[in-house]
């Protein structure tokens, strides 16, 4: 059995039940086999592989919290440490239902590669809570996120561990946690990324992931000698991700023709009106059944079903795994030329690897939505420096990393005979740094 191999078996035996971690280990380390094989000896005797894989601490802890009729409750929740060979760890935290741990070390494995591809100084981390934050009043946030941090600021710290929003938190979320951090701690530092603008954040952050994303689909396209302009573009999702991406799509000549939510999806054959969107989910915070009522153009379909809109390019900005092989099939055969992940692993294995048998351009979540966590550590850079930039410095900023993040993984690829396996180019190019500052390091 070879080392790739052998330490796959080992994730599976002693994570059991975590599917999505398995499912994040085996789709890296089968990119990697060529890279891991040309050096098996020496990596194999240091462990390497065992201590890619396995996080560098795994917090587990309860959040006791009152409500407004002044019941209790216990909600379980994670940080997961993964990597932190090239700076403090760096990732957001998800408030939502289905979190456990298995899905947050996912999370962090992926978060590592993804922060080495940025070329920035930062390792890998995540974090979460099995609690929901809709429905809830603010007071009930409030209680909620002053009581994870009462556990969590232990931790975490400017130069150790920087979490950030992510599903279920937003700035509100962020703002409370934040406060609780400074209250315990006495210190006001860059501990938290997507501050609000009064007390810290940048500018461009709430844009940055969706804005990301197209301009690493944008320079992958151009590397194909293909263009945006013109194409109609299916998008999943109507968060954050999605809406910036969407905004930027449309800013550089596509045509978005859905965006969906957990209910069902919205096909506009006209074009996705952006303010309309933005109206419904982020002023009123409304199903996508509000936008269909508010546009003639609109249909609103329920469940699942958006990836048999014909289009030219997807765009899958809502959860893991929202992309299977059977939605795949549809893609290719309604023409679909490229699919860049918004959202962390939304695709599943063997819908990537469809993809890529049939020449579809697919670039992987851990490079495509790099744009957040980069211009986070912009947050943190302008924190450090107590400065603030303008939106047009730190829009210019993320286009520099995207497009580089994008030559870096298509070098990779290339340069062992990959060319065009973009899933391959991320892996390779994100193993290679944190691989280098592993081994300098020694056995820790």
Known sequence: MSYVDQVYEMVVNKNPAEPEFHQAVKEVLASLRVVIEANEAAYQREALLERLVTPERQLVFRVPWVDDNGQVHVNNAYRVQFNSAIGPYKGGIRFHPNVNLGIIKFLGFEQGFKNAL???????????CDFDPKGKSDREVMA????????????????????????????????????????????????????????????????????GLLYLTEAMLRANDLDIKGKRIVVSGAGNVAIYAAQKAIELGGNVVTVSDSSGYIHDEAGIDISLLKEVKEVKRERLTAYAAARKSAVYHEGKGVWGVRCDIALPCATQNELLLDDAKLLVANGCLAVAEGANMPTTIEATDYFLKNKVLFAPGKAANAGGVSTSVLEMSQNSARLSWTFAEVDTRIKQIMTGIFANLDNAAKSYGMDGNYVAGANIAGFQKIAEAMMAQGVV
């Open 144 to 211: 909620f996120c002053q009581s994870f941090m009462t556990e969590l600021y232990r931790f975490i710290g400017a130069d150790t561990d920087v979490p950030a929003g992510d599903i279920g938190v937003g700035a509100r979320e962020v703002g409370y946690m934040f406060g609780q951090y400074k209250r315990i701690c006495n210190v006001y530092e860059g501990v938290f990324t997507g501050k609000g603008l009064s007390y810290g954040g940048s500018l461009g952050r709430k844009e940055a992931t969706g804005f």
């Open 118 to 128: 940025t070329g920035l100084p930062i390792g890998g981390g995540k974090g979460g």
